[in-house]
């Protein structure tokens, strides 16, 4: 049975991506998609329903996002969303000026036709979250308002032509009855079957590779992390044999990792796994790089030149390899590209942004579509270990990103004996499992310390620790001060060439998780 899928368009909305988590949550697929979409894309995915998001433009403005007015006419039912509606009404003749009186933050909304598909059954006034400098003034024929705030118009409808729309946020928790009133859009009017579910997602995806591999050989790269441990997992239910993982020691994984992971991914996963390494080539390729996208492309480059030697090892023995599989996630690709409307860049991932044009082997990325969440629920319904499974997310490449500055071998053995320390901490304190990560960084300052009655000249650690959902946002966790006091204790006491410790309480945005 086809996956049902709603298309989320995006016009550069900061909750585009919670959108579609919420639909997801309904067991419903979502996919978001750039507003600029090309209509015959649009129709290639036969949405069930179309969802058009918030966005900071105004509808009226020359460089407004360029979205084809042609998605109003494919004849699923739409809900627009803040610019969504003021997209709908601009385009189908009624007029958008900025408001009177704008609308930021918590806001109170009184129904005026309970009767209407979206908000049947709901209380009469709803407590909302809105965002807008924007209203509609008039609107297009055939369609009527559904809801209305102190200040502005709330919601619209045109149940003929199967279109709804919102003035406020309904994905936002500040919207409490949000969830129904996207329920009602995904089940009441698309009619979604709600059977989006991790063992039809490893069905569906299982069944999908072994069509597009045939007998052909793949390989996979395996950092010993939750995603690419995921997607290896996925592939070798699909084709068994014909895969080999290949894990590789870049020169910048944790301690004693490169023995570790390939002890763990062979026993208890029963992979194929080739180990190479390759710690000396890839710090080359780093030697005297200060700049953190540099240093993301040449290990993202190295990588596909590592895996394109082994690959070619490999093929004397089976014949050929064609495929290359990357644990590549939702994430990744929206922060990698401005795919996603109007959104900025705002940094590569070596699995995505990194690639060489002339790479050889083609991509096999099954999880792509996936949140980080949504990735260890599909591996708990492939009953892999829990060890695994809770892994706080580790960068592809690996502590280039937290060592600011060059990356030499010295400074790489300092950051890891001192993040050994901040794992062994927050394990020791019972907090892995509740936070999303925790690490060190190397910063590239040095400061007078007094050790034994003895200047000491020496690095500064910085500690990280987040809480998050999905990686798209992240708050500082506020670890207790006696974890901190242990930490710091531990760096500056053992790891000979750090005398100084900072606590990192950035959240993102405006920060990011990574330093670099």
């Known amino acids: 049975m086809a996956t049902q899928t709603i298309v989320i368009l995006d016009f550069g909305s900061q909750y585009t991506q919670l959108i579609a988590r919420r639909i997801r949550e309904q067991n419903v697929f979502s996919v978001v998609l750039p507003c600029t979409a090309p209509l015959a894309e649009i129709k290639a995915l036969q949405p069930l329903g179309l969802i058009l998001s918030g966005g900071p433009s105004s509808v009226y403005d020359a460089d407004a996002p360029a979205a084809d007015p042609g998605l109003l006419e494919l004849g699923v039912p739409i809900l627009g969303i803040c610019y969504g509606l003021q997209f709908i009404v601009h385009h189908l ?18 129904i005026e036709d309970g009767k209407t598909a979206l908000f049947n059954g709901l209380p009469n006034k709803l407590a909302v979250w809105m965002s807008h400098g924007d209203e509609a003034l008039e609107l297009p024929a055939g369609f009527h308002r559904t809801a209305v705030s102190a200040n502005a118009l709330a919601g619209i409808a045109n149940d003929e032509r199967r279109i709804w729309a919102v003035q406020f946020h309904p994905e936002v928790h500040h919207t409490p009855q949000g969830p129904q009133i996207l329920r009602k859009f995904v089940f009441n009017i698309c009619r979604a079957r709600g059977d989006w579910t991790p063992a039809h997602f490893i069905e569906t995806t299982i ?12 390989i996979c790269g395996l950092s010993g992390g939750v995603d690419s441990s995921v997607a290896a997992v996925l592939v070798h239910r699909a084709i068994g044999s014909q895969l080999t993982c290949i894990f590789v020691n870049n020169g910048v994984l944790r301690k004693n990792e490169f023995a570790t992971v390939q002890k763990n991914l062979r026993e208890k996963l029963g992979l194929n796994i080739v180990a190479v390494d390759a710690s000396e080539r890839f710090l080359k390729k780093l030697a005297g790089v200060i700049d953190p996208e540099t240093k993301r492309k040449r290990i993202g480059a190295e990588f596909i030149a590592v895996f394109d030697d082994e690959a070619k090892r490999i093929a004397k023995k089976s014949g050929g390899v064609d495929w290359l599989v990357q644990g590549t996630l939702y994430p990744d690709v929206i922060e990698s590209s401005s795919v996603r409307g109007p959104s900025q860049t705002i940094k590569s991932h070596h699995n995505v942004g990194g690639l060489p044009l002339g790479m050889k082997l083609k991509l096999i990325e099954p999880l792509r579509d996936l949140f980080k969440d949504e990735v260890r629920r599909i591996g708990r319904d492939l009953h892999m270990p829990e060890e695994i499974l809770s892994r ?72 990280r620790a987040v809480h998050s959902e999905d990686g798209m946002t992240a708050d500082w966790a506020e670890l207790p001060h006696e974890v901190l006091k242990r930490i710091s204790s531990r760096i500056v006491n053992e790891v000979r060439g750090i005398n100084r410790v900072v606590y990192d309480i950035t959240s993102k945005p405006p920060g990011t998780i990574e330093w670099e």
Not at 207 to 217: C, L, Q, T
Not at 401 to 430: C, F, N, S
């Open 93 to 110: 003749g009624g007029k958008v000026r900025p408001a009177s009186k704008r609308e930021y933050g918590h806001a109170e909304v009184t």
């Open 207 to 218: 069944a999908a590779i072994r069509e597009k591999v045939g007998g052909g050989h793949v």
């Open 392 to 463: 706080q997310p580790f960068p592809g490449p690996g502590l280039a990103v937290r060592i600011l500055g060059e990356v030499t071998p010295e400074r790489v053995a300092l950051l890891q004996e001192a993040d050994e320390i901040v794992i062994d901490e927050i394990k020791a304190a019972g907090l892995y499992s509740k936070i999303w990560q925790s690490f060190a960084v190397l910063l590239p300052v040095m400061s007078v310390g007094v050790m034994g009655d003895q200047r000491t000249y020496a690095y500064t650690a910085a500690v």
